[in-house]
């Protein structure tokens, strides 16, 4: 079997289309603030993502960037300055925050209606009640690629491997809404390929690059790779892309130091897997659609539409 790709760009083009045309006939801007802290390279990356795309769907963003010896006190105070602006719709804080940030209490302080990216109790909660809450835009956007790939997920068994509270919690409990029997692993758990290999949905989301192989995935799965990892060793890149694939990929690590590998072995998956999503250009670029929908969708909610 040859897996078939899923690409992430043609959905994501359709979900920002979609917000775009939507923001447009509102009549008023929706707002969205991301607050970053520090120097994290691949946090600036992705801001800037963020950033660009809310203006191009015609939103208003702004981008507030402290230092990364910034207080603890100081970033919550801004929390509270845009908790309290009529507007702005979304606030993000972009994670990791330096170590003297409480992060926790951060996350906490954000206005529950401006949630955007759904990691408030009250969204957590709300989300495993089965109510209408801001979800976690990097799962939501998993769900958006099953579907309007035309993926059943009702009564299958969706696997997720990975518990973290960004993905794999968030993850389960939405294919849990859509009516999966759903299956979460982790590192402590026993025997992990017995587990995967009964997926027809594998999630992973664990943070570690190739990790998923082969013998992991039962025959004709849709394997779904949320990892971004920088691998730079070019020995292990050759255990995971094709011939086809390998030469651009020794190129990246020549030219930038290192190439963007998700946590399934790709070359392996192809073979095993019925559907499979690409790092890059699979799931990651459905999150930041996401994070645009939330942000409408916050908007529209705060403001009676
Ligand atoms: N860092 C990595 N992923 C995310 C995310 O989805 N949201 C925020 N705020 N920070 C992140």
């Known amino acids: 079997?040859?897996?078939?790709?899923?690409?992430?760009?043609?959905?994501?083009?359709?979900?920002?289309?979609?917000?775009?045309?939507?923001?447009?006939?509102?009549?008023?801007?929706?707002?969205?603030?991301?607050?970053?802290?520090?120097?994290?390279?691949?946090?600036?990356?992705?801001?800037?993502?963020?950033?660009?795309?809310?203006?191009?769907?015609?939103?208003?963003?702004?981008?507030?960037?402290?230092?990364?010896?910034a207080s603890h006190d100081g970033v919550l105070s801004i929390v509270k300055e845009l908790n309290a602006r009529d507007d702005i719709d979304g606030i993000l804080v972009q994670l990791p925050l330096p170590e003297q940030v409480r992060d926790r209490e951060i996350l906490e302080e954000i206005d529950p209606a401006k949630d955007v990216d759904g990691f408030h109790p009250m969204n957590v909660g709300r989300l495993s009640q089965g109510y209408d809450a801001l979800v976690p835009c990097t799962p939501a956007g998993v769900i958006q690629i099953l579907k309007r790939s035309g993926l059943e997920i009702a009564g299958r068994h969706a696997v997720v491997v990975g518990r973290s509270n960004i993905v794999g919690k968030p993850m389960a409990m939405l294919l849990l809404q859509e009516n999966a029997t759903v299956t979460i692993c982790h590192s402590r758990t026993r025997d992990l390929p017995a587990i995967t290999q009964q997926a027809d949905i594998l999630i992973a989301a664990i943070g570690r690059p190739g990790f998923i192989r082969g013998e992991h995935i039962g025959d004709g799965a849709t394997v779904v790779d949320v990892g971004i990892n920088n691998v730079s060793d070019q020995d292990f890149a050759s255990e995971l892309f094709s011939e086809g694939e390998l030469p651009k990929r020794i190129a990246a690590i020549e030219k930038r130091g290192f190439t963007l590998v998700g946590d399934v072995n790709p070359k392996e998956a192809v073979e095993r897997a019925a559907y499979f999503t690409p790092v890059p250009g699979g799931v990651g670029l459905l999150t930041v659609a996401m994070l645009m929908r939330n942000t409408l969708e916050a908007a529209k909610a705060r403001r009676g539409r």
Request: hydrophobic share 45%.
């Open 1 to 69: 079997m040859t897996a078939q790709l899923l690409s992430g760009k043609p959905i994501a083009e359709a979900i920002k289309a979609e917000v775009a045309a939507e923001v447009a006939s509102l009549g008023y801007r929706p707002g969205l603030a991301v607050v970053r802290v520090g120097e994290d390279p691949a946090s600036a990356v992705y801001v800037g993502s963020k950033v660009k795309t809310t203006e191009e769907l015609g939103m208003h963003s702004e981008h507030i960037h402290l230092p990364a010896d």
